[in-house]
């Protein structure tokens, strides 16, 4: 085993000796991430006694021949009586070839319970449309839908099938849009017709305990899916209410409505919070467009028009996100458009109903940790865990809808769960979750990649799209055997927009389309990543020299953009939510890329990364400052568990399973993140690990000086360097709040406060929390630092004074409820708290507190404080010795706004409390010596984590182990890894 294994905490439990000594690795020898779990047995391949041939046998194969959602073959190919073409019927659909619209034109259905798939395509050589019509033809009604978002020669289209029994034919039609003109030409015609059959199963049994589902009723229940479709199985018999029969099932629950159209059934069901509406037939009546109306439990009602290109419906679907959980009501009505104004005579629908429950998270019993032991016990169950969570309580819309960073995750975690179970599995009142995940990528549509801007007025840029593509370069590396060769065609040809090599445009956003800003730093390596994820699978589908990513220069580009992190950190430091995009990124090259270099610089910066977290963080609750988004500071979020909130708690939820603080879950806003690592083979050191979970050991103190990095391209300012500041000890944490700083973006005053580097509160974290209480930022003792009263409140605050058990600054505040359950002695300007008390909750620790009042509103009380372990002394000692060295102390802060205070250890901590330079030390000298500027300070110095000035080399020590693992990426393109020492085994 290679040491940069058998260093990770993992490795502990797995290997059976290490060798002694040293041991060492390179880039050159850097281990290939671990394999995705195995999958179990595979589904027999299905043999069928026709074997399909030529473009229509081609489709066959690409939906997964008859183990896909076509079947078998029901007939052997046919010509088209009157059209050049032909066609194939299979168990659940069909499939034609329709030259007229493109020589190699093909065009399948299928369908899944009642919602029908169309797919078809190429129609290029010699056509590619704007976009493209879907006819559709029932009992001799037709009905057309669009599908626009071109120029395209293919597509994919899904619908829920309403109207009852029998053959559903479909067409597919290309259209231009005629220039500066409403409407569209289709001058190649429609395809060949392709069907579908709903088929009448009325009779057929429930599978279900308890009260039969019958009639008209019935039927669309099985239509539906039945006991594993859409609703689930009855919850109660068919009751009469005042509009018709009304029947509910698990997931909702479906009625007659006569009185708006003679066969008419109204479907309610639910997935999480989005709740789908299905309705038809009208049968007698025929109305221009829907109203749905739905109630909401202590809501104001809403309703949404449903509206078609043409055509008078009796039929039609709809569904909305719930605001509220509880049980949500909805109502239809039909409509005709008239010159006073729609009439809708036939009123409202029999109302039908469906309970959303908001998922709480992950359920973590029996799998949580509370030592760095036993964190790797449970956790692939952990992972396991989340995938269910995530692809089964979150919503996988098959409609087409735009896709979005959570689209991804979904779809990563039904993927994951068909690795472990198989892939016939599916969750409850969704389709077979193999079928789903390639229906849904099939439908989705590349859109523009970087960032979104809405923070100028009357400049907005719609895009986002490398949020997903993170997510599509895992499918194509760690899912592609669960993909249809179909969608994969669609994944290399259209959704895999990022490829070749490095483009200048991706360093910039044109605002307004005059203004040259920055591409943010999260975006880049977002883009970055997956272009050189892209290139290697393209690569080795297509052969083509463009996608070398040595060739074209995306190895050399990757490699040093990823020194600057090792160097400086991140410019978004500690960013909230950015952080994911950005270790997001890295985790895909630690996993999927090929060469060993870009591994190896990757997980250098995800093991500096997930240490630093460790470091800084208190029962992963992590305080310090941060650059965007500005306005989630803790005093905006309050708790550190929220979605707001640093993004790492959520990857650390999943590695350590330390979830105590969280009522043993994973709260649901995290296990976006949680699922991001549990697919992931990257675990941080067994050094992060232990920091994070173990604060037992002897107190220990890490600074950050981010140093002088380079501009950004297209930004006319570089960024401010960042300062950080953790102090841990068993029972507390003193974190250091930071400065303020640019954005390094450029256009700050124009974009507005969120791009900022916010400096936060320093602040006094206990370990424990207080009897019934979650420990929350208003609940700690802090010093809020400098109030600016115009632009953003901390542009002027610099709360960098920390050092060991010491902080001092301005705007002291201490919770009421913390004097009230200490041990309390006050004299004059003193205060001193012994928080070691069965009402505190025994937290472990003493605070000695000498405060003034300013009289200057920006700087309110300030003053300093010094905490220690209870068990270092008792509390009349502390006290005693704190007052009996310090006898000036106050006069000093009053008169100078500085001071020198001997704390009861007997250090000596000289500091000042205001500096109009954001670089100088607060704390100018401990014990007589002098303490250098901020400016000399390397990356990192403390005990656990270090480097040499910002040069790209960082060491991280395990005491515990007696090893030392540096990380040296100094020379940009050959990064390593080496381990010294060990002695765990």
């Not at 919070?273 to 439990?297: A, C, K, L, N």
């Not at 272009?531 to 393209?538: E, G, K």
């Not at 107190?699 to 000086?705: D, I, K, R, V």
Request: proline share 6%; aromatic share 8%; charged share 20%.
């Amino acid at each position: 085993m290679s040491a940069t294994r058998a260093r990770r905490w993992w490795g502990l439990l797995l290997a059976s000796a290490l060798a002694a000594g040293t041991l060492t690795a390179s880039a050159t020898a850097q281990p290939r991430p671990p394999e995705p779990p195995a999958a179990p047995a595979a589904t027999p391949a299905v043999t069928c006694a026709i074997t399909p041939f030529g473009l229509i046998g081609q489709r066959w194969q690409d939906l997964n021949a008859g183990a896909g959602p076509l079947g078998c073959p029901t007939g052997q190919e046919q010509d088209v009586p009157g059209r050049r073409g032909r066609k194939q019927s299979f168990e659940r659909g069909e499939v034609v070839w329709s030259p007229d619209q493109g020589p190699n034109l093909v065009v399948s259905a299928y369908r899944v319970h009642n919602d029908v798939t169309v797919d078809w395509g190429p129609t290029n050589d010699p056509w590619n449309y704007d976009g493209f019509l879907i006819g559709w033809f029932h009992n001799g009604l037709s009905r057309v839908e669009d599908v626009y978002g071109g120029p395209r020669t293919w597509g994919t289209f899904t619908m829920p099938l309403t109207r009852g029994a029998g053959r559903y034919d479909f067409t597919v039609t290309g259209c231009d849009k005629l220039p500066g003109q409403s409407g569209h030409k289709c001058d190649q015609g429609a395809s060949i017709p392709v069907s579908v059959t709903l088929p009448d199963t009325g009779a057929t049994p429930t599978g279900c305990p308890g009260a039969a589902v019958e009639g008209t009723l019935g039927r669309r229940w099985r239509e539906m899916g039945g006991a594993t479709g859409k609703l689930g199985c009855p919850t109660g018999a068919a009751v009469t209410a005042p509009k018709g029969r009304v029947q509910s099932f698990q997931h909702g629950q479906l009625a007659e409505s006569p009185g708006q159209g003679g066969n008419l059934v109204v479907a309610a069901y639910s997935v999480k919070g989005r709740v789908y509406v299905e309705w038809g037939p009208s049968d007698g009546y025929f109305y221009d467009f829907f109203i749905v109306r739905w109630y909401q439990p202590g809501r104001e009602a809403k309703q949404a028009d449903v509206k078609y290109r043409q055509d008078r419906r009796r039929e039609g679907f709809y569904s909305f996100n719930a605001e509220v959980g509880g049980e949500i009501g909805v109502e239809v009505q039909g409509c005709d458009n008239s010159l006073g104004g729609a009439q809708c005579r036939q009123g409202w629908t029999q109302r039908v109903a469906t309970t959303v429950r908001f998922p709480g998270g992950v359920d973590l019993a029996g799998v949580t940790a509370t030592t760095p032991a036993e964190a790797p016990r449970h956790l692939d169950k952990r992972r396991e865990l989340v995938a269910d969570y995530q692809a089964c309580q979150s919503v996988l819309s098959p409609t087409g809808e735009k896709a979005g960073e959570d689209t991804g995750i979904v779809l990563m975690a039904h993927l994951e769960r068909l690795r472990r179970k198989g892939t016939g599995s599916q969750c409850e009142n969704q389709a077979p979750s193999q079928e789903l995940v390639n229906r849904v990528l099939r439908q989705m549509r590349p859109y523009l990649t970087g960032s979104s801007t809405d923070d100028i007025p009357t400049c907005h840029r719609d895009a986002d799209y490398d949020a997903v593509l993170k997510s599509l370069v895992v499918i194509t590396s760690r899912y592609w055997d669960l993909v249809y060769p179909l969608t994969r065609k669609h994944l290399l040809h259209h959704l895999l927009s990022e490829h070749g090599p490095h483009s200048v445009d991706d360093e910039k956003i044109t605002v307004c389309g005059l203004v040259n800003v920055p591409e943010t730093e999260n975006h880049r390596l977002l883009i970055e990543s997956s272009r050189y994820l892209s290139n290697q699978r393209l690569r080795e589908a297509t052969g083509e020299a463009r996608y070398d990513n040595v060739a074209n220069g995306m190895r050399e580009h990757l490699l040093r953009l990823l020194q600057l992190f090792a160097k400086h950190d991140f410019m978004e430091y500690n960013a909230r939510p950015y952080q994911r995009y950005s270790l997001n990124a890295l985790l895909n090259l630690f996993d999927h890329a090929q060469d060993p270099a870009i591994r190896t610089a990757a997980q250098i910066v995800l093991d500096y990364a997930t240490t630093k977290f460790a470091v800084s963080s208190n029962q992963l609750r992590r305080a310090g400052p941060f650059r965007r988004i500005a306005d989630r500071a803790d005093a905006d979020n309050q708790s550190y568990y929220t979605g707001n909130s640093d993004p790492q708690t959520g990857f650390f939820l999943l590695w350590t399973g330390l979830a105590g603080n969280t009522g043993g879950r994973i709260p649901h806003h995290f296990t976006g993140e949680a699922l991001i690592v549990g697919v992931s083979g990257y675990l941080p050191p067994r050094a992060a690990i232990h920091r994070a979970m173990d604060k037992s050991g002897a107190a220990y103190q890490h600074s950050f000086h981010h140093g002088a990095r380079p501009k950004l391209s297209f930004s006319a300012d570089s960024a401010m360097p960042g300062i950080e500041v953790y102090r841990s000890s068993p029972s507390f944490q003193l974190t250091a709040g930071g400065i303020w700083g640019n954005s390094g973006y450029g256009l700050d005053e124009l974009r507005g406060p969120k791009l900022y580097g916010r400096a936060q509160a320093t602040t006094l974290m206990p370990t424990l929390n207080s009897p019934g209480r979650e420990t929350r930022a208003d609940d700690l003792i802090r010093f809020d630092g400098f109030h600016n009263s115009g632009g953003p409140a901390d542009r002027d605050r610099v709360n960098t004074c920390v050092q060991d058990g010491f902080a001092c600054g301005l705007r002291l505040s201490v919770p009421q409820f913390l004097r009230e359950c200490a041990q309390r002695v006050t004299e004059a300007r003193w205060e001193f708290l012994n928080l070691n008390t069965p009402a505190c909750g025994n937290l472990g620790v003493y605070v000695a507190l000498n405060s003034v009042d300013s009289g200057n509103p920006a700087h309110g009380t300030v003053g300093v404080l010094h905490a220690v372990e209870s068990t270092t002394m008792d509390f009349a000692a502390f006290h005693t010795r704190t007052r009996e060295r310090n006898p000036n102390l106050t006069t000093e802060i009053a008169n100078q706004s500085a001071g020198t205070m001997t704390t009861a250890e007997g250090r000596r901590y000289q500091f000042k409390l205001t500096t109009g330079d954001n670089y100088e030390t607060l704390i100018k000298a401990i014990d007589g010596q002098p303490v250098a500027n901020w400016t000399s300070a390397p990356l990192v110095s403390g005990p656990i984590l270090r480097s040499r000035g910002h040069e790209g080399h960082l060491e991280i020590s395990y005491p515990e182990c007696q090893s030392t693992t540096t990380l040296d990426y100094r020379d940009p393109l050959n990064p390593a890894i080496t381990t010294q020492g060990g002695t765990c085994r």
